[in-house]
């Protein structure tokens, strides 16, 4: 077991004062038996009115409404977990999906339906020819051996950019530009798994990263793939590899633009600047 401190603190300036509309926050990890939840604080400026819900997928979910007009809003989350997923290899895959291809039961299919739907058209073809580049349909594989290849290949073949500005790239887009930020690869590797018949959902997190543990860092993001018999099991294309104990998992979707740590609004004619921090540390 290992155990981690994150903090995650948020600052948005405003040129004027604004009155804050309702603020949705997913800054709590997902807890479950991988990973436990030691102590978790959340520490809001204005004061705010904060209501906790699970959403569909499982997310940990704050709403926060404000009352008081600012000119600054800061949001600040402090959490240690005890990370038990120290051997992520260590799953047994049922017998009729150890070899790819094949079929999810009727129950999976008609459960991950939402984890199944299709690119469009033209990026359908555009993954499917890509894809001939990382395996070839007469060749004999085993199903984690192939997701694992494509992990690979994003990350020999592409370049990693840190991306400022929001939303995700296309998977078009980050192959005809050959970089993106991990929510792009992440997505990538989504719509490709996907191309191939399997389930995929959108990860949001943190990354314990030692060689970077001093310095100011930010949320990071890959996918799972649901493996009959192991569950979901998450591939990080930006490293290349398996995800593991250093990977600390917040929120999951289908959409990969939908689980941004913070969204919300303000009303007023003033301009904003956000400025964020996150440090993960073990401890």
């Not at 600054?72 to 977990?81: A, G, M, R």
């Not at 469009?120 to 395996?135: C, G, H, P, Q, S």
Request: charged share 20%; net charge negative; hydrophobic share 40%.
């Amino acid at each position: 077991m290992k155990r981690y401190r994150i903090i995650h603190r948020t600052y948005y300036n405003y040129t004027d004062t604004v009155t804050l509309g309702a603020h949705q926050l997913l800054l709590r990890p997902r807890d479950d038996h991988e990973l436990r939840i030691e102590s978790f604080s959340l520490r809001i400026t204005p004061d705010a009115k904060i209501y906790w819900h699970r959403d569909v997928e499982g997310n940990s979910v704050a709403i926060a409404n404000f009352c008081d007009p600012t000119q600054q809003l800061t949001i600040e989350s402090e959490v240690i977990i005890q990370q038990y997923n120290e051997s992520p290899l260590d799953f047994i895959v049922a017998d009729y999906a150890i070899n790819y291809p094949f079929l999810y039961t009727d129950d999976d299919q008609f459960l991950l339906s939402p984890y199944r739907v299709l690119p469009d058209e033209k990026t359908r073809i555009l993954l499917n020819n890509w894809l001939f580049n990382v395996w070839n349909a007469n060749e004999p594989v085993q199903t984690y051996t192939l997701l694992q290849r494509l992990t690979e290949t994003i990350h020999n073949t592409l370049v990693y950019k840190v991306r400022e500005e929001p939303g995700v790239q296309s998977a078009e887009e980050t192959l005809s530009l050959g970089s993106g930020s991990c929510r792009d690869f992440a997505l990538l590797f989504m719509e490709a798994v996907k191309c191939l018949g399997l389930a995929a959902r959108f990860v949001s997190g943190y990354l314990y990263a030692p060689l970077m543990s001093s310095q100011v860092g930010s949320t990071h993001a890959w996918a799972e793939v649901y493996l009959p018999g192991g569950g979901w099991k998450g591939f990080d294309p930006t490293i290349g590899d398996i995800v593991g104990t250093d990977h600390i998992p917040v929120a999951v979707s289908r959409l990969a633009e939908a689980v941004p740590p913070i969204s919300g609004s303000y009303a007023g004619a003033a301009e904003s600047k956000m400025d964020v921090g996150v440090w993960v540390s073990e401890c």
